[in-house]
């Protein structure tokens, strides 16, 4: 049994006047559907055809002879009413002889009879298209309607017989709506694996409740047979309960099928990058209310979603992602309370993927190793531990329950216990992890590991000679950097050193400079001050954003690089902390509440290309030598 899906876009007309994007709206829905699942297995897409190149499907598909379960045609383009006859055009039809030149719905409905599918789907983005009401008599009175062997026909017009239907660059309103349902940017039910065009019709009409310009209207006949029109890419199987999402906001059709993307689609890591820029595009077409609902709404979603996969933090990440556009407003920053709202519920989220990240461990204490990733572990595993120790280090710093930061104590130090060899420097991405997680050593006087992780890391760092990757590493170069590591004194002789231009190394990390806090910060000087020697004419830098409103952009534009090379700008711990007290504290933007804080740590934690170094503002201390006391 076989299923048919025809869509139809006309923009190109030998004689009337062209459109701008019904064949865009063709494109979509047709890509929309094949991308969710394998439904139709005979499917063919037009873009401005003739009568003829059309009517030749139609007759190939009949020839075929095979049982249908479903067919589906839309149809986007100019129409019009002849003679109580809803007639489509097609490129080649002309208004003098308009009943032998377009494709009439009389003729559709002939094909479907003749066809018998258990189930028919027409979608009619087109102007007057409600029209062809005075068609479906044809079938109305057939004598094999409401038998056992019957299919059902269902019927969404966009505007009604005496309506236009409008469109504009990203395509026709009712093929826009459609395509969001389809693809999951709209509110979706859950507990079907597929939708029906019912379901597709009722957003549509929430979509166009308040526009009287246009209004859609939806017939259905002989209820039996499949009611399917596409997979549903909400299904999860729980029951009939909805997203947590808001698409009620006129955003663009690029915003809504870039959320439903990294909302429902099987990427295995947010692509945050991607995201923000879709937050930051929605900033710019929504007002201000508008947008810190799109925002919250879309937290929520990523939370549920984060359920939903392997990875415990990944719903937590998109989430922040999308928590970090309440501070990007135009206008006015969100209400106090939202705010606090949301960073709460965001740290509760925190604490949950921990525990469960930490239960797997517990029950298999290798967990984080990669079995088939070889020897790109070397550099992925540990980033997965700073990272790691990030998140741990967060959800401690702002939380007060003596019980439960001594309950993480208990998750550090077994990280430390069966990972504590694979912590040491591989990339820059593990800058704001490690900052985050030192001053929770800090503040809870757990010494012995802000001073382990502090000199294993610093040691780490001068073995290898300073080789940090940069934080946007491509999978492809891992190998390559790693045997760049090696050194050149270790390397085979089949193994050529990187040429400058292809290097991977960040030269100036913010890394170093996190360790170089660190050392202030756990009294290490002695023991850190006699690497320093072997780190000589290495760069560190420091990133400052103008504001931190703006640390949740795909791209910070606005902020201050402080580069600083160790023999030149400072040769000891306390040189570097004047040099932080007069020429980078003071840059520092303030920050105006806690909830603040702590969304530019997880937002730090989720993009892991930009440090929160607020956190040492008042915490690296000038410590006088004994030749200078």
């Excluded at 032998?100 to 983005?125: H, K």
């Excluded at 694979?422 to 985050?436: F, G, K, N, R």
């Amino acid at each position: 049994m076989s299923s048919v899906l025809i869509c139809i876009g006309c923009n190109e007309y030998d004689h009337v006047k062209p459109l701008k994007s019904a064949e865009r709206d063709a494109i979509d829905i047709f890509g929309g559907i094949r991308e969710k699942s394998d439904l139709y297995d005979i499917c063919h897409i037009f873009t401005s055809p003739t009568l003829q190149e059309v009517r030749t499907i139609f007759r190939e598909i009949l020839e075929l002879q095979t049982e249908i379960e479903v067919l589906t045609i839309t149809f986007s383009g100019h129409s019009g009413i002849q003679d109580r006859n809803l007639c489509l055009y097609l490129k080649d039809t002309t208004s003098e002889a308009l009943s032998i030149t377009s494709l009439s719905f009389s003729e559709i409905l002939r094909f479907i009879t003749e066809l018998r599918p258990q189930g028919a789907n027409i979608v009619l983005d087109s102007c007057n298209s409600a029209g062809m009401v005075t068609n479906l008599q044809q079938i109305m009175f057939s004598e094999a309607l409401g038998q056992s062997q019957t299919g059902n026909i269902n019927i969404l017009a966009a505007a009604a017989a005496d309506q236009y239907a409008g469109e504009d660059d990203l395509g026709g309103f009712l093929s826009q709506q459609a395509i969001s349902t389809i693809t999951g940017a709209s509110e979706i039910r859950t507990d079907t694996e597929f939708l029906t065009l019912t379901d597709i019709a009722t957003a549509a009409f929430r979509a166009f409740s308040k526009d009287r310009l246009q209004t859609p209207s939806y017939w259905c006949m002989n209820l039996t047979g499949p009611q399917r029109f596409c997979a549903n890419p909400a299904y999860d199987g729980t029951g009939p309960v909805t997203r947590p999402i808001q698409f009620d906001a006129p955003v663009s059709q690029p915003v809504k099928h870039g959320i439903a993307e990294l909302l429902y689609g099987n990427a295995e890591v947010v692509d945050v990058s991607r995201l923000a820029g879709i937050i930051w595009a929605a900033r710019d077409e929504l007002p201000t209310p508008a947008f810190f609902l799109l925002c919250e709404s879309l937290a929520a979603a990523f939370i549920v979603r984060g359920k939903e996969t392997s990875d415990p933090f990944h719903g937590l990440i998109g989430a922040t992602v999308c928590a970090s556009g309440l501070v990007l407003s135009k206008d006015e920053p969100p209400a106090a309370d939202t705010l606090t709202r949301i960073v709460d519920t965001l740290t509760r989220t925190a604490g949950s993927a921990l525990e469960s990240a930490m239960d797997e461990l517990f029950q298999h204490k290798f967990r984080m190793v990669d079995p088939d990733a070889g020897l790109l572990d070397f550099f992925f595993l540990p980033t997965r531990i700073s990272k790691l120790l990030g998140w741990l280090g967060l959800v401690s710093l702002y939380n007060k329950n003596q019980q439960y930061i001594d309950k993480l104590k208990v998750y550090a130090e077994f990280i430390f216990d069966n990972y504590g060899n694979s912590i040491v420097c591989v990339s820059d991405e593990q800058s704001a992890p490690i900052l985050i997680f030192l001053h929770a050593c800090q503040m809870h006087g757990w010494i012995d590991m802000g001073e382990e992780v502090t000199s294993r890391m610093l040691r780490n760092y001068v073995e290898v000679d300073g080789a940090v990757a940069h934080t946007k590493l491509e999978i492809e170069n891992v190998f390559e950097f790693l045997t760049h590591r090696i050194g050149p004194s270790r390397l085979s002789p089949n193994i050529m050193r990187i040429p400058e231009e292809k290097s991977f190394i960040q030269s100036a990390p913010e890394l170093l400079i996190v360790l170089i806090s660190g050392a202030n910060i756990f009294n290490l000087e002695e023991f850190v001050e006699p690497l320093y020697h072997m780190l000589d004419r290495k760069m560190g830098n420091i990133f400052i954003p103008d504001s931190y409103l703006e640390f949740g952009l795909p791209r910070i534009e606005r902020g201050t690089n402080i580069s600083l090379q160790m023999g030149i700008d400072f040769w000891n711990t306390n040189d570097f902390v004047r040099i932080w007290t007069q020429a980078v504290e003071p840059k520092l933007p303030e920050l105006d509440s806690s909830p603040l804080e702590l969304l530019c740590c997880m937002t730090s934690l989720a993009f892991c290309d930009r440090v929160p170094w607020f956190l040492n503002r008042g915490e690296l201390i000038f410590r006088p030598s004994s030749a200078q006391s």
